[in-house]
């Protein structure tokens, strides 16, 4: 059985876990491979096990796992859309925009639609927690998580952010609920509330909502502006697909290549074997009393006249 741990990325899942595993006394493990504690088997088999494996995904939900208990976490977009930028730059040296990640251009879409496509607040066997409430009462989300899973809390062990900051600032930046406020201008704040709107005022995200968007001045052509640069970011982030693609099939041909390489490699090594064994059997045929009396039988006879 399986009980994914989901958020989109930068929402607070591993400090989730951390406590989780540590209050429980239960791993929590990831599907994302480099990750620890690594799941130790394949999912479906996981999902047939009669024991409960609690799974950390980034991922959007998938047909197979819609009778799976989920706990959702879920953080203002504009706080893990600017950590996610960050966390890119810090883990992989990709340089991204703002306007990239609002717009999903990165691995798992748009932070509106992957809480789009969850639906915490509607889903069955779902339990959501507001990152914002996890840090602010960590021990009460545990007692809720406690109820959700029917299992009794072993131990109440939990650090503070600021511990966590000392452990790994780069991993653990903040924890604050405003600092996007350093990273947004206002026309990207204005484009992420174009597209993530919906979610937004449903999860009651509402404090610092652009002017424009209730506004009699946010015209038809400022809308169309700014789908048309959606469209823009979309267009761009198929483009991306594509030259990823096209490394793919590159990678392919590249590794068909080695393998023809190491193909040709393992017969010269066949041939040298031959080669060597064809001089061992000519050095054994020297060294032979029966080659000596072939040499002495071919040997020119003098004939000495008197």
């Known amino acids: 059985m399986i009980t994914w741990i989901a958020s989109y990325p930068r929402s607070g899942n591993t400090f ?3 406590i989780f595993s540590e209050s429980f006394k239960i791993e929590a493990y ?3 491979k480099g990750g620890k504690p690594y799941i130790p088997d394949t999912i479906e088999n996981l999902r047939h096990d009669d024991k409960m494996y609690y799974i950390k995904t980034h991922g959007l939900p998938t047909k197979e796992m819609k009778d799976d208990k989920v706990i959702y976490l879920l953080r203002d977009g504009r706080e893990s859309t600017v950590s996610y930028k960050n ?15 609002i717009s999903g ?3 798992y879409g748009s932070w509106s639609e992957h809480v789009r496509q969850w639906n915490p607040s509607e889903r069955q066997n779902t339990f959501l927690i507001r990152f914002e409430d996890l840090i602010a009462e960590p021990e009460k989300t545990l007692y809720n998580i406690a109820d959700f899973i029917n299992m009794p809390i072993k131990e109440v062990n939990v650090p503070s952010f600021e511990e966590l900051h000392k452990r790994g600032p ?6 604050k609920t405003d600092s996007w406020k350093e990273d947004y201008s206002e026309m990207e704040h204005l484009y992420f509330w174009m597209i993530s709107q919906k979610e ?11 002017k424009f968007i209730d506004n009699s001045d946010y015209s038809v052509g400022t809308k169309l502006l700014f789908e048309l640069i ?3 970011n979309t267009k761009q982030l198929l483009q991306n697909s594509n030259i990823k693609d096209e490394l793919k099939d590159k990678d392919g041909v590249i590794a068909n290549q080695k393998k023809q390489i190491e193909k040709n490699q393992d ?38 006249r008197k």
């Open 230 to 232: 959606a469209t823009m």
């Open 87 to 101: 966390y890119l730059k810090d883990f992989s040296g990709t340089n991204a925009t703002l306007n990239e990640i």
């Open 105 to 107: 251009c990165f691995g």
């Open 170 to 175: 780069k991993f653990f930046r903040s924890g």
């Open 30 to 32: 990831t599907i994302y």
């Open 267 to 304: 017969e010269l090594k066949d041939k040298d074997r031959v080669i060597a064994n064809q001089k061992k059997e000519i050095d054994d045929i020297y060294k032979s009393k029966k080659w000596r009396l072939v040499n002495f039988l071919a040997t020119p006879i003098k004939v000495f």
């Open 16 to 18: 989730f876990r951390m």
């Open 200 to 210: 937004m005022e449903k999860y009651s995200y509402n404090n610092e909502k652009p």
